[in-house]
T-cell receptor
């Protein structure tokens, strides 16, 4: 069956530009998570959605980062005025629920490079 | 604040050896998960431990959840090159991962 997909797989952008990263979760999964992973580190939580609403956005580093999930399925992570420090792999995961017992299914990530 | 501390950060051993990696916290977790991540891919769930003192086995991998549910260990017996990867622990009620243990098994 189809897993979590993320597009693009790679994105190179110039400092100051705007980028959008897309996540297609597994069909029927109500919870969707965004993480950021720097080289050699574990995933850093950014935001998660339960349905259409952002249930916890405490991990977003600043107001340049924003995410939406308007129909409770596909989600877009938006980064304004990109900075070189935003360079990382952005991972999306979905799960059938938000309980800690639920497995999170991860996509392959989008590698963002800000030059 | 790093809620989950994993150790060692890096481990490189020969095929056939045994190893243990650790995940420690000052917080109590209702459950804890271990994931493995390979280069260019997202993490994949290995196991969820729920009960303090619980031991779960997955082929050559043995997972233990501490009695106080603040720590966990992963033991690999007779490591194989296919075990190479980044091993991550994740606490349940906090949406955080440890920084991972990067394991390399040399043929």
């Amino acid at each position: 069956g189809a897993g979590v997909s993320q597009t693009p797989s790679n994105k190179v952008t110039e400092k100051g530009k705007y980028v959008e990263l897309r996540c297609d979760p597994i069909s029927g999964h109500t919870a969707l998570y965004w993480y950021r992973q720097s080289l050699g580190q574990g995933p850093e939580f950014l935001i998660y959605f339960q349905g259409t609403g952002a249930a916890d956005d405490s991990g977003l580093p600043n107001d340049r980062f924003f995410a939406v999930r308007p129909e409770g399925s596909v989600s877009t992570l938006k980064i304004q005025r990109t900075e070189r420090g935003d360079s990382a792999v952005y991972l999306c995961a979905s799960s059938p629920g938000t309980s800690g017992y639920h497995e999170q299914y991860f996509g392959p990530g989008t590698r963002l490079t800000v030059t | 604040t790093q809620l989950l501390e994993q150790s060692p950060q890096f481990l490189s051993i020969q095929e056939g050896e045994n190893l243990t990696v650790y995940c420690n916290s000052s917080s109590v977790f209702s459950s804890l998960q271990w994931y493995r991540q390979e280069p260019g891919e997202g993490p994949v769930l290995l196991v969820t431990v729920v009960t303090g003192g619980e031991v779960k086995k997955l082929k050559r991998l043995t997972f233990q959840f501490g009695d106080a549910r603040k720590d966990s260990s992963l033991h690999i017996t007779a490591a194989q090159p296919g075990d190479t990867g980044l091993y991550l622990c994740r606490g349940a009620q906090k949406l955080v991962f440890g920084q991972g243990t990067r394991l390399t098994i040399n043929p």
